[in-house]
């Protein structure tokens, strides 16, 4: 039986790298013999083979490909079987192959990447991870190092890191968290991340009795990539710069972001998280503050910075992209989010409740009604469709009212955080520290 992992060079690999044809197809082989194996063993757990055996069975392959032919065997198919021979019978073929059958996913995905247009997966690299899934996730569970060593291709391709990220999410808060900052920080100079520029033009002039307008000002003029490189802050009058100078402008921006005055967040009803206000419109300007307020967050993180500000639940879940829930809505209102639960935990057959796909709401002083789908107030909430309207009437609440707000919020932060690296962390672990993953790890200021 032959395997073949590319249906034809030229539709992946240039001229120069189709020597490499060999080792790719010694690579889906060994994965296909581990897939075999584990299938094998699964149903019946006293079969399964020593490495060494599976070792024989790719060389018995191989005579059987190659019949009347001298057998070729890759540099992989050499290394492996003399490290399989080299083991005890009984040794887990899977801890034995994994890292260096990682190592050549990695070369391969480098490989297939020589192809692609800048920031886009191979297809056929998606349809190799897509095939041994199985497989590959049995490596990471093994020895979960391999995602950090090997696996980088899943911060490139969300489709990919999906498949994987119940695996990620359950290895050490530390071990993430350097994993973060290797890939955000990939490219930059190994400096300190708040320097004196050379340049007088770089740095930002802040003027302390407009510190907020005039921060959202010198920030918006400066570009991305100088703000990457490092952050030096004077104030107007003032001969002082250095790190502790920008620790105390991160500090007294973390209180101005949510200072009432500017209409941006409120509080919850704990009193120590906030939100976006639904009427922050009331400040011509909030969008392009709500950017801002995200580029100081995602700049605060870049550069392990202490921001003083904790969001609710549901923010740092859109900051994530993971959806909100009826529970999420107790933070802004504990009493409309116990008659969610009410009505989830009970039948409303016959109660008369009389509810319908439509819910007034506080707009400016004014209630308004809003329906939660085309069509809504004439549709009746019943016993069947209860559970949608409780998660429209949550989505409405906690998302639709505040959607733009959000959006502007997400484009300031993912200037300085990809998606693919914030969805890392869960809610919990943000919420935990204020926006402040550096916890912990070398180089932070905590």
């Not at 995905?109 to 049995?138: A, N, R, W």
Request: charged share 20%; hydrophobic share 40%; with cysteine.
């Amino acid at each position: 039986m032959t395997l073949f992992l590319i249906p034809h060079p030229s539709l992946l690999l240039s001229v120069s790298l189709q020597p490499l044809e060999l080792l790719w197809h010694s690579l889906d082989e060994w994965l296909m013999l581990i897939s075999t194996e584990l299938e094998r063993t699964r149903k019946n757990p006293s079969s399964s083979s020593s490495s060494s055996e599976i070792a024989s069975l790719l060389l018995k392959q191989r005579e059987s490909d190659h019949s009347g032919t001298t057998p070729k065997l890759s540099l992989l198919d050499h290394q492996i079987v003399m490290e399989a021979e080299a083991y005890a019978d009984g040794e887990d073929v899977i801890s034995m192959t994994a890292n260096r059958l990682s190592a050549v996913i990695q070369a391969f995905y480098m490989c297939c990447s020589c192809q692609m247009p800048q920031g886009m997966t191979s297809p056929c690299f998606i349809e190799f991870v897509c095939k041994h899934d199985e497989v590959l996730k049995c490596f990471v569970t093994r020895d979960p190092k391999i995602i950090f060593n090997h696996f980088h291709f899943l911060l490139e391709c969300p489709e990919l890191m999906s498949r994987f990220m119940h695996i990620i999410k359950n290895q050490p808060f530390k071990d993430r968290c350097e994993w973060f900052y290797e890939h955000l920080l990939a490219g930059q100079p190994d400096s300190d991340m708040v320097h004196r520029p050379v340049n007088e033009s770089d740095i930002l002039l802040i003027h302390r009795d407009s510190i907020f307008r005039s921060s959202c000002e010198m920030v918006s003029k400066s570009t991305n990539e100088k703000l990457k490189q490092g952050i030096a802050v004077r104030f107007h009058g003032e001969e002082g710069m250095g790190q502790g100078v920008v620790r105390e402008w991160f500090d007294i921006l973390s209180n101005e972001i949510i200072n009432p005055d500017y209409a941006l967040f409120t509080q919850s009803a704990d009193g120590t998280t906030f939100q976006p206000n639904s009427n922050s419109s009331v400040n011509p300007d909030h969008l392009n503050y709500f950017q801002f307020a995200g580029q100081i967050l995602g700049l605060a993180l870049y550069h392990r910075q202490l921001v003083n500000i904790y969001f609710t639940r549901s923010f740092y879940k859109h900051i994530l992209g993971i959806p909100v829930n009826y529970q999420d809505v107790s933070s802004i209102d504990p009493e409309y989010a116990k008659n969610l639960q009410w009505i989830l935990d009970n039948d409303i057959s016959d109660l008369g409740l009389e509810l319908t796909f439509s819910v007034e709401t506080d707009v400016f002083g004014a209630m308004e009604e809003v329906p939660l789908k085309p069509g809504g107030s004439s549709i009746l909430v019943t016993q069947d469709n209860k559970a949608e309207y409780v998660q429209l009437v949550t989505e409405l609440r906690m998302t639709r009212a505040i959607q733009p707000q959000i959006n502007a919020f997400l484009q300031g932060f993912h200037t300085f955080i990809p998606p693919s690296l914030i969805q890392l962390f869960d809610e919990y672990e943000l919420m935990s520290e204020p926006l402040a993953l550096q916890q912990g790890l070398p180089g932070s200021d905590a």
